[in-house]
């Protein structure tokens, strides 16, 4: 039976949320430069794939977060499956602001979250882990207990595996950066020659292209 991570990396290729471009590189908001561009927001317009994503998520939830209290979505990409997931699982729902709204109430957690209340957050992306863990930080700071995060796809850079380490965070995601790879070349999505620059550049994101 095939895996989950290389099911997700399947459909993400299929539905082209994951672009592979090593000849033409992407410049991400960081600046960094990348062979890859990966958005999981194209998820949504898909049932058949946002089906997989989100019972996926229940999945591990159930497996790894059983005293779950609260689902919280990660703005802006993951407030739609999180609300998916938070509706399978019967679970109220919250949504996490990249920084505190400048107006109203100033909130940078939006719904009813209660004191103490065990949250998992769902996230869609895993980068650098920054903005991920910064959520977290929020969620904490709203006075949550913070059980985990589950992600759809993560590069695995180890930055990021360092800083969720550092963090005391579980985390847990559907696909990486290897099961694309792997599902990219069997479906001669990418040449032989461009699958060597790709593994080149996640080894060294920060400076590749320079």
């Known amino acids: 039976m095939e895996s989950i991570e290389k099911i997700v990396a399947k459909q993400l290729l299929d539905i082209k949320a994951v672009k592979l471009s090593p000849e033409n590189p992407f410049t991400w908001a960081s600046g960094w430069k990348s062979p890859i561009y990966c958005d999981n927001r ?6 058949a794939a946002r089906k997989v994503v989100y019972n996926a998520f229940v999945e591990i939830i159930k497996k790894n977060f059983k005293d779950v209290d609260v689902i919280a979505g990660v703005a802006t990409g993951a407030i739609a499956v999180g609300m998916m997931v938070a509706e399978v699982l019967d679970k109220p729902f919250v949504y996490v602001r ?3 709204k400048d107006h109203g109430t100033g909130a940078q957690v939006e719904g009813d979250l209660a004191p103490g209340a065990r949250v998992v957050v769902v996230e869609d992306l895993i980068s650098t882990g920054g903005s991920s863990l910064s959520a977290v930080g929020a969620l904490e700071k709203s006075g949550a207990i913070v059980l985990g995060m589950v992600a759809i796809f993560t590069y695995n ?7 969720f380490e550092n963090a005391n ?14 599902a990219a070349a069997e479906a001669n999505y990418i040449k ?3 699958l060597d620059i790709l ?3 996640r080894l060294n994101p920060e400076e590749w292209g320079k």
């Open 192 to 194: 032989a020659e461009e």
């Open 157 to 163: 850079f180890i930055k990021s595996i360092r800083a």
């Open 169 to 182: 965070v579980e985390l847990h995601t559907l696909s990486h950066y290897e099961a694309l790879l792997e």
């Open 98 to 100: 990249p920084k505190p």
């Open 42 to 47: 194209k998820v949504l317009s898909y049932p």
């Open 199 to 201: 593994k080149e550049w």
